[in-house]
């Protein structure tokens, strides 16, 4: 069955930049969604960005427009979140997380059935 890894988290300055993997196994990410959904201390979890595997289509909610680039490779095996001008408030946990998406309609944050382990993002000063 499909298996999800995160890595690349780790600790930067505001204003820096950090790229995370998300790398499956088991499966390749063939007519998949595969979303980035965060979790900070005392929050609630944060649907990050999301993308289609098949045609590339995008999300990015508010908070990370102009700044995060999500993309996939071209095996789809591995999904990408670049974070530029990360501030503070990008603090979290992130998780990968992935659901099939064959039709146009894609699942909610919360109906994710795959999900990796998370990787800390800390930025700080």
């Known amino acids: 069955q499909l298996q999800l890894v995160e890595s690349g988290g780790g600790l930067v300055q505001p204003g820096g930049s950090l790229r995370l993997s998300c790398a499956a196994s088991?499966?390749?990410?063939?007519?998949?969604?595969v979303a980035w959904i965060r979790q900070a201390p005392g929050k609630e979890r944060e649907g990050v960005s999301s993308?289609?595997?098949?045609?590339?289509?995008?999300y990015y909610s508010d908070s990370v427009k102009g700044r995060f680039t999500i993309s996939v490779d071209d095996t789809k095996k591995t999904v990408y979140l670049q974070m530029n001008s990360l501030k503070p408030e990008d603090t979290a946990i992130y998780y990968c997380?992935?659901?099939?998406?064959?039709?146009?309609?894609?699942?909610?944050?919360?109906?994710?059935?795959?999900w990796g382990q998370g990787t800390q993002v800390t930025v700080s000063s």
């Open positions: 997380a992935a659901d099939p998406l064959w039709g146009t309609t894609w699942p909610r944050w919360d109906e994710y059935d795959y």
């Open positions: 088991g499966a390749s990410l063939n007519y998949y969604a």
């Open positions: 993308i289609s595997t098949s045609d590339e289509a995008t």
